[in-house]
């Protein structure tokens, strides 16, 4: 869900709305080839300096996220395929998780460790 940044969090208002644009791509709410809203109102839902947005959609490009057609906009980009059944079984393990109790924070504390053992 797109949303104004928390500028409490430590974490750069940049790399907040790369987050939650990749998230909106990946849960599927955002597909292949599909445009995104313009700058100017992403930067009203995000609360933030135009040129924060272009930072984070920049960056968004680097990473292959997205694409940009000049005075058209931003577009997901065609070439992003995140196989559906993949963020199936994503959503299966997290209803299970919640039902185990275990709070969001010690969860994420648990994604990191294993994303670093996978990594190595």
Known sequence: MLRPV??????????QIVNMIKAEILL??????EQLLPVRKLKEIFQVNINTVLKA???LKLEGYITSEQGIGYFVSKELQIAPT?????KEAIKKLKSTKIDLNTLFIILEE????EKD
């Open 6 to 15: 928390d500028k409490h969090s430590g974490i750069p208002s940049y790399i």
């Open 28 to 33: 599927g709410k955002i597909n292949p080839g």
């Open 57 to 59: 959609l920049e960056k």
């Open 86 to 90: 993949i963020m199936a079984e994503v």
């Open 114 to 117: 294993v994303w670093k053992d």
